[in-house]
């Protein structure tokens, strides 16, 4: 698998679910920054986007690159994703199961049973995360959360399947702003700082969690992130 296959469920799988005492009981909202109760969040991801005054639109609102549907358990506690593609309409979905163990989650895809992930928590903020394929380690993650639980950085290995060596090393280093928004991350490859995403918060809503998003990476182009919130009554 791709090191941005990896990352990508990495990202997934970063807010498993865990309900014992053994292990810190805040929500999973809380590491994102998210407010209120929520259910479902549907996000939309545009690459072609275009510049009207001061906001930034999709140019066409139907021809979106990716869609993700995240859901929570009334708790604010990671449930499923599920990912779409245009060219696959069929969801890649995840779900979370819970291990034998206190501090223990596993994250399984369901279209693929030889690929999961195994979550273990260290400290109140400090957890790792496995992703095993056929039955070996193919990746390892290890998270370090701030003082108010949202992500700090992310530490990321990827492993030859044959031998257990460390092919390449990656991460994140994650800033917030003062209103608990995601303002950038500074993303780093094999110790060497990469370039810096920049995440430009532009409509909110009643809750104050950001619908729509501009996210430039370095000096390309920027893309567009909408979502939808759907909350428990």
């Known amino acids: 698998m791709k090191a941005t296959a990896i990352a990508s469920i990495c990202m997934f799988i970063m807010s498993c679910t865990f309900t014992e005492t053994a292990v810190p009981t805040f929500s999973d909202l809380q590491e994102w920054g998210l407010a209120g109760n929520v259910k479902q969040v549907k996000a939309l991801y545009y690459k072609s986007v275009k510049q009207v005054g001061e906001d930034l639109v999709p140019i066409n609102p139907a021809q979106w690159d990716r869609m993700t549907v995240t859901y929570y358990n009334p708790h604010g506690m990671l449930d499923s994703i599920k990912s779409y593609t245009p060219e696959n309409p069929v969801p890649l979905t995840y779900t979370t199961v819970h291990g034998t163990a206190a501090d223990t989650t596993y994250f399984i895809s369901k279209a693929d049973t030889q690929l999961y992930s195994i979550k273990q928590w260290k400290s109140k903020l400090n957890y790792t995360v496995k992703i095993i394929t056929q039955g070996k380690v193919e990746a390892k993650e290890n998270t370090l959360l701030d003082e108010t639980f949202k992500i700090k950085e992310i530490h990321r290995e990827q492993y030859d399947m044959a031998n257990s060596s460390v092919l390449s090393t990656s991460g994140e280093h994650m800033y917030f702003n003062k209103q608990h928004h995601l303002d950038s991350i500074r993303e ?16 909110f809503d009643s809750n104050n969690n950001p619908t729509k998003s501009s996210k430039k990476v370095g000096t ?12 428990y009554k």
């Open 188 to 203: 780093f490859s094999n110790n060497k700082m990469q370039d810096l995403i920049v995440n430009v918060d532009l409509t």
């Open 220 to 231: 390309a182009a920027p893309y567009l992130a909408v979502r939808e919130f759907t909350y």
